[in-house]
C-alpha cells in the first residue's frame, strides 16, 4: 500500500515535471518506447536538472526517501546511471554523506576497461539512481556491471516510473531487484499540471492508461 | 542469418530491437564466419541507432522507417550469401554507408 507521504511526494514530483515541461504529449505521432511499446508521452527528467529551483525541490524530495529507506537498508554508496541519473545520484550523495559512483552504459573498452568510476564498489550496497525506468532493461544492464564489480546491488530509485506496461517489475524482480520511483503516472493524473496540458491531452493520457497494451496495438506498437 | 532476418519480422522496432540485434548478429560471427564482415556492420549500425534514441524519443515514423531499413540491409546481405565476391562486396559497401534514419 502507498503511504500518504509517498503519495504526498509522488504528486510533488508529478508537480515539478509538468513545471519543468517534461511531459510531452504527441497525440498525432505516438513514441516507440524502448520494449516497442507505442506510447502518447514522452517523460523527459532531464529538464528537472537545468532549473536550479526545481532540481533542489526534486532532490529534496528524493533526499527524504533515502533516509526513510536508510533506516532499513544499510546503503553505503549512490550509483548514478549514465546519463541522467548522474547528476541526480550525486546531488543525494551530497546531501546524505554516502558514497558516490556512476556506471557507464557499457565498459570504456580501453584502458582498464572500467564501467564503474568513482572508486571501488566491491563489496559495497549499493543503490542504483536513474532518472527514468520504463521496461527495465537498462536497469539491468547497469545492476549486472555493478555486481559483475563486486557491488551488492538489490534496489533502484528512480524519479519516474513508466509503469503502464507489465514488464520491468517482474524483469527486476526476477534479477532480485526492487524498484523505488518517486512518482508513476497515478501521480502525474492527480497532479496540478499548470495549464501544460490541454483537456485533450490529458483524455488521450486516461485512454492510454486505461488499457495501454490496446492503445499501443493501435498505433503501430506492440500488441502483446 | 536468415534466422536473424525473420526474428527482425517479429520485432516491433523499439531501442532494445537494436541492441538486441547488435548482441544476436555479434554472437552470430561465430557460427556463420563467412558472414562476420557483414554481421559486424550491421551490428554497428543497430547501435548507433540504439545510442542515438536511447535517451531521446523515438517517433513511431521513425522507428517504423528503421526497422524497414534495417530489415532491407540485412535481407539484400542474405540473398547474396552465395553471390559472387564483387557483389558481396559491393552490398558490404553499401551496408557501411548506411544508418537507419534518414540522412
Same mark, same amino acid.
Given at each position: 500500500m502507498t503511504s500518504i507521504a509517498a503519495k504526498e511526494r509522488g504528486q510533488k514530483i508529478a508537480e515539478i515535471m509538468f513545471k519543468a515541461g517534461a511531459i510531452h504529449v504527441s497525440r498525432q505521432q505516438p513514441y516507440i518506447l524502448a520494449a516497442g511499446w507505442a506510447s502518447p508521452v514522452y517523460v523527459d527528467i532531464?529538464?528537472?536538472? $537545468?532549473e536550479p529551483e526545481l532540481r533542489q525541490q526534486a532532490v529534496a524530495l528524493a533526499t527524504d526517501w533515502m533516509k526513510e529507506a536508510l533506516q532499513t537498508s544499510a546503503f553505503d554508496a549512490l550509483v548514478g546511471a549514465e546519463t541522467a541519473g548522474i547528476p541526480f545520484a550525486a546531488w543525494i550523495a551530497e546531501r546524505t554523506g554516502l558514497k558516490f559512483r556512476y556506471i557507464r552504459k557499457?565498459?570504456? $573498452?580501453? $584502458?582498464?576497461?572500467?564501467?564503474?568510476?568513482? $572508486?571501488a564498489i566491491d563489496g559495497l550496497n549499493a543503490l542504483l539512481v536513474d532518472d527514468l525506468t520504463t521496461d527495465g532493461r537498462s536497469k539491468l544492464n547497469f545492476v549486472r556491471g555493478l555486481r559483475a564489480a563486486g557491488a551488492h546491488v538489490e534496489h533502484i530509485l528512480t524519479i !519516474?516510473?513508466?509503469?503502464? !506496461?507489465?514488464d520491468a517489475g517482474v524483469r527486476l524482480g526476477q534479477a532480485g531487484l526492487t524498484l523505488h520511483a518517486l512518482a508513476t503516472w497515478s501521480d502525474v493524473l492527480a497532479a496540478q499540471d499548470d495549464g501544460q496540458l490541454s483537456t485533450q491531452d490529458r483524455q488521450e493520457i486516461e485512454r492510454f492508461l486505461s488499457d495501454p497494451v490496446a492503445w499501443s496495438a493501435r498505433h503501430g506498437g506492440r500488441s502483446a | 542469418m536468415r534466422e536473424l532476418l525473420e526474428w527482425l519480422k517479429s520485432q516491433k522496432g523499439g531501442v532494445s530491437t537494436y541492441w538486441e540485434f547488435q548482441l544476436r548478429a555479434l554472437k552470430l560471427r561465430a557460427t556463420e564466419p563467412e558472414q562476420a564482415a557483414c554481421l559486424s556492420l550491421l551490428a554497428d549500425i543497430a547501435g548507433r541507432f540504439a545510442d542515438k534514441y536511447y535517451e531521446e524519443p523515438l517517433p513511431v515514423d521513425a522507428a517504423a522507417g528503421a526497422l524497414d531499413r534495417l530489415g532491407k540491409l540485412l535481407g539484400k546481405a542474405v540473398e547474396n550469401i552465395e553471390a559472387d565476391a564483387a557483389t558481396r562486396l559491393r552490398v558490404l559497401n553499401e551496408i557501411s554507408v548506411s544508418e537507419l534514419e534518414p540522412g
Open positions: 532531464r529538464l528537472l536538472i $537545468g557499457r565498459p570504456l $573498452g580501453i $584502458g582498464r576497461n572500467a564501467q564503474v568510476e568513482g $572508486g !519516474f516510473y513508466h509503469d503502464a !506496461f507489465p | -
